[in-house]
């Protein structure tokens, strides 16, 4: 089957989109509104790109009639969010933070997660999540209803039995993130195994280096 985004309706490419392009990982992404209200909200358009700088992505639509979330209106008050992730035990705490509330709500104690003041940014993280990023906006790039939020990783929280000793290896016997696949389906990351380069070319190939 093939399939003309160009004349496709929006609904539909998002279906396709999001049917094949998993799993996604979690963000619980915590923010202050101007009143300084604590704000969560879960989103699956995210990931990271870039390592020097550490740079995330984040893109978030905007409510149906048009309005901005509260996570939009938070980070374009502050240029600041913090970026929490997901694994099972805060699984249904993730989706009761994607309920959406009026902003006088707090959505991290309503959820039954407890707040924990940030180190660089104004907002918090939520001590529960096995791994916080305290992030700064660098860029904003907006299309039609959605906004694509570049943020820079300042300062990095992970929860310690998360870590082997040695500070470096996670221990994926403990970190186990969810990610989401379609519709209201998840997978956890439960089953891993790895894949390692061969150590020597394939007779007749040329190799330069890993990639």
Same mark, same amino acid.
């Given at each position: 089957?093939?399939?003309?985004?160009?004349?496709?309706?929006?609904?539909?490419? /998002?279906?396709?989109?999001?049917?094949?392009?998993?799993?996604?990982?979690?963000?619980?992404?915590?923010?202050?509104?101007?009143?300084?209200?604590?704000?969560?909200?879960?989103?699956?358009?995210?990931?990271?790109?870039?390592?020097?700088?550490?740079?995330?992505?984040?893109?978030?639509?905007?409510?149906?009639?048009?309005?901005?979330?509260?996570?939009?209106?938070?980070?374009?008050?502050?240029?600041?969010?913090?970026?929490?992730?997901?694994?099972?035990?805060?699984?249904?705490?993730?989706?009761?933070?994607?309920?959406?509330?009026?902003?006088?709500?707090?959505?991290?104690?309503?959820?039954?997660?407890?707040?924990?003041?940030?180190?660089?940014?104004?907002?918090?993280?939520?001590?529960?999540?096995?791994?916080?990023?305290?992030?700064?906006?660098?860029?904003?790039?907006?299309?039609?209803?959605?906004?694509?939020?570049?943020?820079?990783?300042?300062?990095?929280?992970?929860?310690?039995?998360?870590?082997?000793?040695?500070?470096?290896?996670?221990?994926?016997?403990?970190?186990?993130?969810?990610?989401?696949?379609?519709?209201?389906? /998840?997978?956890?990351?439960?089953?891993?195994?790895?894949?390692?380069?061969?150590?020597?070319?394939?007779?007749?190939?040329?190799?330069?280096?890993?990639?």
């Amino acid at each position: 089957m093939d399939f003309d985004f160009t004349q496709l309706p929006a609904e539909d490419r /998002y279906r396709l989109l999001v049917s094949f392009i998993v799993p996604r990982p979690i963000a619980l992404v915590t923010t202050l509104s101007p009143a300084g209200v604590p704000n969560a909200a879960p989103m699956s358009f995210f990931n990271v790109f870039s390592q020097e700088p550490p740079i995330i992505i984040l893109g978030i639509q905007s409510r149906p009639d048009g309005t901005k979330k509260d996570t939009v209106v938070n980070i374009e008050e502050d240029g600041e969010f913090v970026v929490n992730m997901v694994d099972l035990s805060l699984s249904e705490a993730m989706i009761d933070c994607g309920v959406s509330y009026e902003p006088d709500v707090d959505e991290i104690a309503t959820a039954g997660l407890t707040w924990v003041p940030a180190q660089q940014v104004r907002g918090g993280r939520i001590a529960e999540s096995p791994c916080a990023m305290e992030c700064k906006v660098v860029e904003t790039i907006r299309y039609d209803r959605r906004s694509i939020i570049l943020g820079q990783v300042l300062q990095m929280h992970v929860r310690d039995d998360c870590m082997h000793e040695n500070g470096r290896h996670v221990r994926p016997d403990v970190y186990q993130p969810i990610a989401r696949l379609h519709a209201d389906n /998840y997978i956890v990351s439960d089953n891993q195994f790895q894949l390692k380069p061969p150590t020597e070319p394939r007779p007749g190939i040329k190799a330069s280096g890993t990639v």
